[in-house]
T-cell receptor, first 114, second 117 residues
Framework: AQSVTQPDIHITVSEGASLELRCNYS??????LFWYVQSPGQGLQLLLK??????LVQGIKGFEAEFKRSQSSFNLRKPSVHWSDAAEYFC????????????FGKGTTLSVSS | DTEVTQTPKHLVMGMTNKKSLKCEQH?????MYWYKQKAKKPPELMFV???????INESVPSRFSPECPNSSLLNLHLHALQPEDSALYLC????????????????FGQGTRLTVV
């Protein structure tokens, strides 16, 4: 069965510092991977997705993620964090025929310190 | 228009009440989803509709009854809920059903915050 693991429950980063959020997946075939962000009490916004092809994926708000099949990882990165990036970040794998029945990791809470 | 609209935004209901959550999208998507999200937890898939037919039910209790009356609308009927059903209920929709494509993406609504008292 598909699953996603986000090892870090909570991360604090200084504003302007770089960020890496970890995600490991378990999936028998080529995974369809997503990163979503959620602000408190809000819905989910897609940051980026991996379907196939280039293993470095660019997303919105300056985020990127790298798919590494050998490590079963899809880590999210940002070179310089802004205070507005503080939120909950979810990695997800797409299940079902269309790959959009999402299975989420437990999430990583990002705090940004000034 | 890339919006998924959910109403109401907040709902408080008693354990004997019957209420409904509504979700609407006008993006021409033929797959729609209900997720449940408890506080400090990830969203959990409840139901998937494709072409207005229920395709996935993740063993959800019968007190939750989904309905997809047309391709733009998805309802979740609630009856005899328990306090532990209090959560954020998220609706999502996606374009492609039946195969993966580079356009595969699920769009989420802002959710309905449900409190059962």
């Amino acid at each position: 069965a598909q699953s996603v693991t986000q090892p870090d429950i909570h991360i604090t980063v200084s504003e302007g510092a770089s960020l890496e959020l970890r995600c490991n997946y378990s999936y028998g075939a080529t995974p369809y991977l997503f990163w979503y962000v959620q602000s408190p009490g809000q819905g989910l916004q897609l940051l980026l997705k991996y379907f196939s092809g280039d293993t470095l994926v660019q997303g919105i708000k300056g985020f990127e993620a790298e798919f590494k099949r050998s490590q079963s990882s899809f880590n999210l990165r940002k070179p310089s964090v802004h205070w507005s990036d503080a939120a909950e970040y979810f990695c997800a794998v797409g299940a079902g025929q269309a790959g959009t029945a999402l299975i989420f990791g437990k999430g990583t809470t990002l705090s940004v310190s000034s | 228009d890339t919006e998924v609209t959910q109403t109401p935004k907040h709902l408080v209901m008693g354990m004997t009440n019957k209420k409904s959550l509504k979700c609407e999208q006008h993006m021409g998507h033929r797959a729609m989803y209900w997720y449940k999200q408890k506080a400090k937890k990830p969203p959990e898939l409840m139901f998937v509709y494709s072409y207005e037919k229920l395709s996935i039910n993740e063993s959800v209790p019968s007190r939750f009854s989904p309905e997809c009356p047309n391709s733009s609308l998805l309802n979740l009927h609630l009856h005899a809920l328990q306090p532990e059903d209090s959560a954020l209920y998220l609706c999502a929709s996606s374009q492609v059903v039946g195969r993966i494509s580079p356009d595969t993406e699920a769009f989420f609504g802002q959710g309905t915050r449900l409190t059962v008292v």
